[in-house]
């Protein structure tokens, strides 16, 4: 008997998870930090909301991720006269080179979670799961 489709995502999302938790570890790194220096390496800098709004998260989460981030030396935030809220937050160099060796590592698990896919599989897949995301939430994945 075939598991029902959402239980297939889940348990697929945890292997994922589980194939990058030992990378995380050996970073010191929580599983909620490595998205914040993807999203920081490719925007530089940001305000605290636009980290809540792209990947969905409470705001006192995001909070919460970058007080942990800062103390580690991965971002600075610079607040706006004094107000928390509207903190900018910015990658450092040293959340650079934990975000380039990331990289590297998450490549590995990916050509590992596409293995045996042709490169048209794999495409469709991506397909697949911007088409699921926008039928969910109306929105597109970027």
């Given amino acids: 008997m075939q598991p029902p489709f959402h239980v297939m995502v889940i348990k697929a999302l945890s292997a ?3 194939a990058m938790y030992p990378y995380l570890a050996q970073e010191g790194l929580s599983p909620g930090q490595p998205k914040i220096l993807s999203y920081l ?3 530089d800098q940001c305000r605290q909301r636009d980290l809540a709004d792209y990947y969905n998260i409470e705001p006192a989460t995001v909070s919460r991720l970058l007080a942990n981030m800062e103390e580690k030396g991965l971002v ?3 607040s706006r006269q004094g ?5 900018t ?4 160099d040293k959340g650079k080179l934990v975000s380039a060796r990331m990289r ?3 490549d590995a698990v990916e050509r590992r979670e596409l293995d045996g896919f042709s490169e048209a599989e794999a495409a469709l897949l991506r397909d697949f799961l911007r088409r699921m995301y ?3 939430t109306g929105e597109e994945l970027e």
């Fill in 16 to 18: 994922q998870r589980g």
């Fill in 41 to 43: 390496t490719q925007h």
């Fill in 76 to 78: 600075r935030r610079e």
């Fill in 83 to 87: 107000d928390k809220r509207s903190a």
């Fill in 89 to 92: 937050v910015a990658i450092t």
């Fill in 104 to 106: 590297i590592h998450f």
């Fill in 134 to 136: 926008r039928n969910l």
